[in-house]
């Protein structure tokens, strides 16, 4: 997270950024829509993690949230500068690479 922080410094290319980061580390958690043709800039980043999703967009400045849903429905969505999104982002990705470690784990018990 330390590398994406040093990206904020240069809020214009950030969500090119960490949206180019996020969607090659996680594909199946992260959804990135894109301005038009021809400039093609990221508009907004999302990522989906358990209960909680982490939302950027482009508006004046980047704008980061923090939704908590539940079986697809939004319960609460609170606004939160970019380095608190970042962190909250990398504990919840914390949380994930653990659960699944423990799964892998388990598999490979039940296998061999």
């Known amino acids: 997270m330390a590398a994406l922080?040093?990206?904020?410094?240069?809020?214009?290319?950030?969500?090119?950024?960490i949206a180019l980061k996020l969607s090659d580390a996680l594909?199946?958690?992260?959804?990135?829509?894109?301005?038009?043709?021809?400039?093609?800039?990221?508009?907004?980043?999302t990522v989906d993690m358990d209960d909680r999703q982490f939302r950027l967009q482009r508006g004046h400045g980047i704008q980061a949230e923090v939704a908590h849903v539940v079986k697809g429905v939004?319960?609460?969505?609170?606004?939160?500068?970019v380095d608190e999104w970042l962190r909250a982002l990398a504990k919840s990705l914390s949380t994930f690479a653990a659960s699944q470690a423990r799964g892998r784990e388990a598999l490979d018990r039940l296998l061999h």
Not at 5 to 17: K, N
């Open 27 to 45: 594909p199946g958690h992260t959804r990135v829509a894109r301005s038009g043709w021809p400039r093609r800039r990221v508009r907004s980043v």
């Open 5 to 17: 922080r040093a990206d904020t410094a240069d809020l214009s290319m950030f969500l090119d950024v």
């Open 74 to 81: 939004t319960l609460s969505t609170q606004r939160v500068d």
